[in-house]
Each structure stands twice: as C-alpha cells, then as structure tokens.
C-alpha cells in the first residue's frame, strides 16, 4: 500500500526539461512527467517448433538486445544464474501482432524443456521415446 502511494506520488511529479518540438530548430522548456516504470523478469514457455515465431515476436529482429549496450553484463549474470543459455539465432520472417507500445523487452536466454515419455517420465530430448510431448 505504501508503495503504491509512493510511486502514484512520485509519478505526479513534473520537472524542467529542455528538447526541440517537432519541426523546431531550438530547444524549448517543457515540463516532463517523472517516468515510474517497473523492471520485471518473465519466462515465457511455447512450444519448441514456433521457437522463430515466438522470439521475433517478442525480441524482435535484434534478440531482444536493449537499448543499453552496458546491461551486457547484467543480462550475463542473470543467465548464468538462472542456468540458461544464450538466446539462439532464429529466423525472422513471420511475427505475431502483439502491442508493444512503450514496452521494451530484453531477451535474457533460453532453456530447453523436458520432455515426458509415454510411462510418465521426464527425460531429454536425447532419451525421449516416439510417444513423447514437451513438458512446458
């Protein structure tokens, strides 16, 4: 609750910021809204053979790089103690429509699913048997 208040508060906020209207040659003061935006870290699970569909739709052409070359090391440290390997490359012909209006995601890595053989067990990809499905 109070964090809430806290960031309602906080993004209420306005402040001096100098930059160049559209089609303006001079900097102009404006008042810019503080920018609250929360740092959140998602799996999303599919199914292995829409694995091109599925990471040009949410990283687009670029896995998922960011915008900040100096979070390398971040995204590194993250995937390594998560357990997960760089995001592969992956074709980038076919994408989803998915709004991303203000949302910038940041590919972290991948990690192969388990898969369940007919008796139930959960084995490799290496060990599955022909009655096997993915265990997302």
């Known amino acids: 609750m109070e964090a809430d208040q806290f960031i309602t508060e906080l993004q209420g906020k306005y402040l001096p910021f ?9 900097l102009v003061l404006h008042n810019v809204q503080v920018a609250v935006r929360p740092i959140q ?47 592969p490359d992956y074709k980038t012909d ?14 972290i890595g991948v990690k192969e699913d388990y ?8 084995v490799t990809k290496e060990e599955k048997d022909d009655q096997a499905y993915e265990g997302l």
């Not at 160049?20 to 040659?25: I, K, V």
């Not at 999303?44 to 915008?67: C, N, R, S």
């Not at 898969?115 to 959960?122: A, F, Q, T, V, Y």
């Open 18 to 26: 100098m930059y160049r209207d559209e089609g303006d040659d001079k």
């Open 94 to 107: 076919k994408i989803m429509p998915l709004r991303r209006a203000g949302v910038e995601t940041i590919g």
């Open 41 to 87: 870290l998602w799996e999303v699970a599919f199914p292995e053979e829409h694995k091109d569909l599925v990471l040009t739709t949410i990283l687009g052409k670029d896995k998922g790089i960011g915008q900040h070359r100096k979070h390398d090391k971040i995204r590194w440290a993250i995937r390594k103690a998560l357990g997960v390997q760089d995001i």
């Open 115 to 122: 898969w369940i053989n007919k008796d139930g067990k959960h």
